[in-house]
Antibody
Framework: QVQLVQSGVEVKKPGASVKVSCRASGYTFSSHGITWVRQAPGQGLEWMGWISVYNGNTNYAQKFQDRVTLTTDTSTSTVYMELRRLRSDDTAVYYC???????WGQGTLVTVSS | EIVLTQSPDTLSLSPGERATLSCRASQSVRSNYLAWYQQKPGQAPRLLIYGASRRATGIPDRFSGSGSGTDFTLTISRLEPEDFAVYHCHHYGSSSETFGQGTKVEIK
């Protein structure tokens, strides 16, 4: 079945970087883009950006433009989301989703704390 | 970017009742690229509706979506116990996607 499986929990200090992975299976990887969304504790969903697996084109939310990078590894059907210069308010569950819609990964909790 | 405003913030209803959730966009949503998700605590969002009115695979027909332009509605015809959750609307397919703030459907 179509599935996205994300990497595990991360705990980081302020100023550090985090790289979360999203491994796809059950479909032709290059035929669909991957979107990243985050959800802070008790808050709503926030769109971060999208990457075309086909050609690597990216689209980032203005809020994250200078701190986030999305990349792909077609050999392992994996998309990566790197967020730099972490702050305490980056503490959230980070999700990947195929073509912004379905399915979603299980989420990765990133905690930023000194 | 398009701002999505959901109403109400919380809807208190009993099982068997009808739920009507609203999502209003600050400008017209192109090609009705509007989706609805259900989210339960500790879980990822689950796609219910895309293209404003198309049910996703495996979604019961008590869930329906309608609307166009700037006004969209998610209707749950008869609430089942498993339907009490938070519902999000989502404008997708653009260079700047956005989500509504969510509506919580709680048991009255």
């Amino acid at each position: 079945q179509v599935q996205l499986v994300q990497s595990g929990v991360e705990v980081k200090k302020p100023g550090a970087s985090v790289k979360v992975s999203c491994r796809a299976s059950g479909y032709t990887f290059s035929s669909h883009g991957i979107t990243w969304v985050r959800q802070a504790p008790g808050q709503g969903l926030e769109w971060m950006g999208w990457i075309s697996v086909y050609n690597g084109n990216t689209n980032y939310a203005q809020k994250f433009q200078d701190r986030v990078t999305l990349t792909t590894d077609t050999s392992t059907s994996t998309v990566y989301m790197e967020l730099r210069r972490l702050r305490s308010d980056d503490t959230a569950v980070y999700y990947c989703a195929r073509d912004s819609l379905d399915p979603w990964g299980q989420g990765t909790l990133v905690t930023v704390s000194s | 970017e398009i701002v999505l405003t959901q109403s109400p913030d919380t809807l208190s209803l009993s099982p068997g009742e009808r739920a009507t959730l609203s999502c209003r966009a600050s400008q017209s949503v192109r090609s009705n690229y509007l989706a609805w998700y259900q989210q339960k605590p500790g879980q990822a969002p689950r796609l219910l509706i895309y293209g404003a009115s198309r049910r996703a695979t495996g979604i019961p027909d008590r869930f329906s979506g309608s609307g166009s332009g700037t006004d969209f509605t998610l209707t749950i015809s008869r609430l089942e116990p498993e339907d009490f959750a938070v519902y999000h609307c989502h404008h997708y397919g653009s260079s700047s996607e956005t989500f509504g703030q969510g509506t919580k459907v709680e048991i009255k």
